[in-house]
């Protein structure tokens, strides 16, 4: 079964600074999604940024990149600019391609950011 | 494009009452998910519609759970009798092969939050 992991339950950081988050994943497939999501408290579930196992080019999507480790099954997220906005629970999610795939999701990491 | 809808947004209940949420996905949208987000976890899926049918609930309490998903649009998430371990966010999110930006990405709704006393 797919497991994802992230080891950092909290993370702080400096208005304007960045910041990255971690996760790991646990497959023997070769083909799958990767998704960082951003649930604030209101509690809505944002797609952040999103990666297709195939592509070896790093996603990014404005102050957001990641850090893809194909091999070593890790998948960081790294926060440019921090912005007070910015401050929320972070999920790594892992999803197989097939038509069926299921999701698995760490159980997140709470971004503080401060001013 | 309107969102992935749900209600109630709150619920209160006594244990061994019903319950029963409703989801309405993204138009278009052929699969449809259900997940149970206990606090300070992440989310757990329940189930996964592919049209009207069941792709996966391996993970659905079936004694006391129930989905459907009749007509391949909306989708109503019963529990009955509920326990006080049924506290949670229930998280609805849809997703489509189709869309061009975010292939088979899932959307989110903004959960249903059940106490259950």
């Known amino acids: 079964a797919q497991t994802v992991t992230q080891s950092q339950p909290e993370m702080s950081v400096q208005e304007a600074e960045t910041v990255t988050l971690s996760c790991t994943y646990d497959?023997?497939?070769?083909?799958?999604?990767l998704f960082w999501y951003k649930q604030p408290p209101s509690r809505q579930m944002i797609l952040v940024i999103r990666?297709?196992?195939?592509?070896?080019q790093n996603a990014t999507e404005n102050r957001f990149s990641v850090n893809f480790q194909k091999a070593a099954k890790s998948f960081s997220l790294k926060i440019s600019d921090s912005q007070l906005g910015d401050a929320a629970m972070y999920f790594c999610a892992y999803r197989r391609s097939t038509n069926a795939g299921k999701s698995t999701f760490g159980d997140g990491t709470t971004l503080t950011v401060k001013p | 494009e309107a969102g992935v809808a749900q209600s109630p947004r709150y619920k209160i209940i006594e244990k061994r009452q019903s319950v029963a949420f409703w989801c309405n996905p993204i138009s278009g949208h052929a699969t449809l998910y259900w997940y149970q987000q206990i606090l300070g976890q992440g989310p757990k899926l329940l189930i996964q519609?592919?049209?009207?049918?069941?792709?996966?609930d391996s993970q659905l309490p079936k004694d006391r759970f129930s989905a459907e998903r009749l007509k391949g649009v909306d989708s109503t998430l019963k529990i009955q009798p509920a326990k006080l371990e049924d506290s949670a966010v229930y998280l609805c999110?849809?997703?489509?092969?189709?869309?061009?930006?975010?292939?088979?990405?899932?959307?989110f709704g903004p959960g249903t939050r059940l106490t259950v006393l």
């Open positions: 990666q297709e196992a195939y592509k070896q």
């Open positions: 999110a849809s997703s489509s092969i189709l869309d061009r930006v975010n292939k088979d990405t899932q959307y």
């Open positions: 519609f592919q049209n009207n049918g069941v792709v996966d």
């Open positions: 497959t023997s497939e070769s083909d799958y999604y």
